[in-house]
């Protein structure tokens, strides 16, 4: 069974579409509005890879990252330990991350087996681990089992990074074996676990976990930390909800799909990526922009300190998406490197670098 071109390595063409986007920091041209000089990016820290433990028997699992470095699947992860046995939340891309994150939680928990893995969402980068976590039960949304079902093993990103692969593992593909639609409470201990459907976002099957008497989020995708927001298969306008919803939650800490583990600024700031993106690819689709120089306007004009961020190229499939939803033809599937945005953004970025 072939899956929607969106769902397919999704890496190896955020990869492709991360080659072809490699330009320089551009001056606007053809502005729709006034055109004015666009704040300098704001600072990239460096972060990490580490365990850390945020409550008692909760960790997150952090990949590190910093300024100019590509975040394409080196996403995160999360542990809770139980009295007999350990639920990780999502599961990391290449077997080298899976196998690691493996070995650091086992430790932090006492050698204790993983009974339960949650996976936030579909994407390969927070599913492929799921194999070596087995016989734990996966528990995701039913979109997501739906989206894992259909992937076929093609192309893996991992596959295409050196040191990212052990070269003696056979590979498959795991789908969640329990679902939920909206919500599903777990007790570890005294910890109450959360698992709230709060899609479309990122994607139709977007899952948190809270823990409400740690104030902590685990988000997924949902939220991103100095790192770009996809939405190659998301809703950009109900992310945005989504967003505000988490912003009325009562959290100090969440931790992120990708990126370092924030607060309640840094979501702030996430919203306000998509608010600047919204509105001003809004007042070029309804000027006829096309969406490529939609793109490359809004990322080299109005985006300011977020322009900074690590990946900025995915600009361009963020906007090809609000084109789709403005002109009502979304659907949960996308392609995460349109070909003529991606062709047509590039092209600008060499003109003025």
């Not at 498959?172 to 676990?193: C, F, H, N, R, S």
């Not at 008497?213 to 991103?224: E, K, N, S």
Request: hydrophobic share 40%; aromatic share 8%; net charge negative.
């Amino acid at each position: 069974m072939t899956l929607p071109p969106s769902d397919i390595s999704i890496g190896a063409r955020e990869a492709a579409l991360f080659g072809l986007a490699a330009g320089a920091g551009a001056v606007a041209v053809g502005a729709v509005g006034c055109a004015t000089e666009p704040a300098a990016p704001g600072p990239i820290p460096d972060w990490t890879t580490e365990l850390r433990e945020l409550a008692p028997n909760v960790f997150a699992y952090i990949q590190g990252g910093g300024p100019g470095t590509s975040n394409t699947s080196v996403s995160n992860a999360g542990l809770i330990v139980g009295e007999d046995h350990l639920l990780a939340i999502d599961t990391l891309a290449a077997p080298l991350h899976a196998q690691a994150f493996h070995k650091a939680a086992t430790e932090a928990g006492g050698g204790k087996p993983f009974g339960r893995v949650v996976n936030t969402h579909h994407h390969p980068d927070h599913i492929n681990g799921n194999q070596y976590f087995l016989p734990a039960e996966i528990v995701g949304h039913e979109y997501c089992r739906e989206a894992v079902l259909r992937i076929e093993l093609r192309n893996p990103v991992w596959a295409a990074r050196e040191g990212w692969a052990l070269g003696t593992e056979e590979r498959q593909i795991v789908a969640p074996t329990a679902t939920l639609t909206d919500k599903m409470t777990y007790w570890y201990g005294e910890t109450q676990v959360e698992l709230l459907y709060v899609g479309p976002a990122h994607t139709w099957g977007d899952v948190v976990v809270f823990l409400p008497q740690h104030r902590i989020l685990f988000a997924g995708d949902v939220t991103f930390s100095y790192v770009t927001p996809a939405a190659f298969n998301g809703h950009i306008t109900k992310w945005l909800e989504t967003l505000d919803r988490i912003a009325a939650m009562d959290v100090d800490t969440i931790v992120p799909g990708h990126g370092p583990i924030h607060g309640k600024q840094e979501l702030a700031d996430l919203r306000e990526y998509y608010s600047i993106l919204k509105s001003e690819g809004q007042k070029r689709f309804e000027a006829g922009v096309s969406p490529g120089r939609a793109a490359f306007e809004v990322q080299t004009q109005h985006l300011g300190k977020f322009s900074g961020w690590n990946n900025p190229e995915r600009v361009v499939a963020d906007t090809v998406r609000l084109y789709d939803e403005l002109r009502g033809t979304l659907t949960p599937a996308g392609a995460f490197a349109p070909a003529e945005a991606t062709k047509e953004y590039n092209a600008l970025k060499e003109t003025e670098s």
